[in-house]
């Protein structure tokens, strides 16, 4: 399974932003997708998950009512809805796949595929 992640870019803060990832190699029904980000000096942080018929969504507290993650299994892409950025939001985003469904999937170990990341710079 190979996945691309897209959309990233440099924003004014208050600006929006919508991340895209496609999935390859195999139909992305199949997998609960996530969006994970990373800033410079900082570990991987969940930003937003998805079950695999899109019923079910979680985002981070920190982006809960900002974020909104998406899917259309028809086209094998997720997306990441991002509005009202924040300078705080500036990262490396990354999706991924995971076979299981755990709960709520926030953790990175739970997740079997990544994508390369894609970089978002909110500028203030």
């Known amino acids: 399974v190979q996945l691309q992640a897209s959309g990233g870019g440099l924003v004014q803060a208050g600006g929006s932003l919508r991340l895209s990832c496609a999935v390859s190699?195999?139909?992305?029904?199949?997998?609960?997708m996530g969006w994970f980000r990373q800033a410079p000096g900082k570990e991987r942080q969940f930003a937003a998950v998805i079950t695999r018929g899109g019923g079910t969504t979680w985002v981070a507290e920190s982006v809960k009512g900002r974020f909104f993650i998406s899917r259309n299994n028809a086209e094998n892409t997720v997306f990441l809805q991002m509005r009202s950025l924040k300078t705080d939001d500036t990262a490396v985003y990354y999706c991924?796949?995971?076979?299981?469904?755990?709960?709520?999937?926030?953790?990175?170990?739970?997740?079997?595929?990544w994508g390369q990341g894609t970089l978002v710079t909110v500028s203030s």
């Open positions: 991924a796949a995971a076979r299981y469904w755990r709960g709520s999937n926030q953790n990175p170990d739970e997740y079997d595929y």
């Open positions: 190699g195999d139909t992305s029904r199949n997998y609960v």
